[in-house]
């Protein structure tokens, strides 16, 4: 199947600082990502859409302003957590959309971000 | 919104025992998904349904697209150690296959030693 990328695995952070996460699509080009965000023991619950070459969706209730996504080609997404703090640590996935005949999403390993 | 409805919530098996979970909704899906996340990994895709009534298998798994097109199950045969994880259904959050896509809350899956 598809295969998406994501960097770094896992990072830990003071507070107050940004940190940034990328998102690849190895074998195929993706004019679609999605940007996850899942609590231990909880779903994944949808924060933006991201578009190549257009602004990011977001969904009800989070911040754009906090969680600024760039898509800036069809292979790489990118959402930096700005001025991050505990309450920002979670597992983040990001998802790509292939397109085609047989249209679904593929997901990235996750990146885990603490925040001390 | 539309919203997953996952049960059971959680299920505690023997090693080699068939395993059923489902998924229902109180509105229409036109897709059904089936994902695997094992701990501190991004959800796999497993088995997609595009068409009610569809019964598609992937090794020894199983799921159907219900008539309805408000319900799907996913059955695993003779389950294995590796079968551990948590399975979500999900589907696209409108009528068209590209839109978002919403998960249900999962089902966790526990085989007893």
């Known amino acids: 199947g598809a295969v998406v990328s994501q960097h770094p695995s896992w990072v830990i952070c003071k507070s107050g600082t940004s940190v940034k996460i990328e998102c690849r699509s190895l074998d195929f080009q993706a004019t679609t990502m999605f940007w996850y965000r899942q609590f231990p023991k909880q779903s994944l619950m949808l924060m933006a859409t991201s578009n190549e070459g257009s602004k990011a969706t977001y969904e009800q209730g989070v911040e754009k302003d906090k969680f600024l996504i760039n898509h800036a080609s069809l292979t790489l997404s990118t959402l930096t957590v700005t001025s991050a703090h505990p309450e920002d640590s979670s597992f983040y996935i990001c998802?790509?959309?292939?397109?085609?005949?047989?249209?679904?999403?593929?997901f990235g390993p996750g990146t885990r971000l603490t925040v001390l | 919104g539309q919203q997953l409805n996952q049960s059971p919530q959680s299920m505690f098996i023997q090693e080699g025992e068939d395993v059923s979970m489902n998924c229902t909704s109180s509105s229409i899906f036109n897709t059904w998904l089936w994902y695997k996340q094992d701990p501190g990994e991004g959800p796999v895709l497993l088995i997609a349904?595009?068409?009610?009534?569809e019964l598609t298998s992937n090794g020894r798994l199983t799921a159907q697209f219900g008539i309805t097109r408000k319900d799907s199950f996913l059955n695993i045969s003779a389950s294995i150690p590796s079968d551990v994880g948590i399975y979500f259904c999900a589907g696209p959050h409108g009528p068209n296959r590209d839109d978002k896509i919403i998960f249900g809350k999962g089902t966790r899956l526990h085989i007893l030693p």
């Open positions: 998802s790509a959309r292939s397109g085609g005949a047989i249209d679904t999403q593929y």
């Open positions: 349904l595009y068409k009610a009534g």
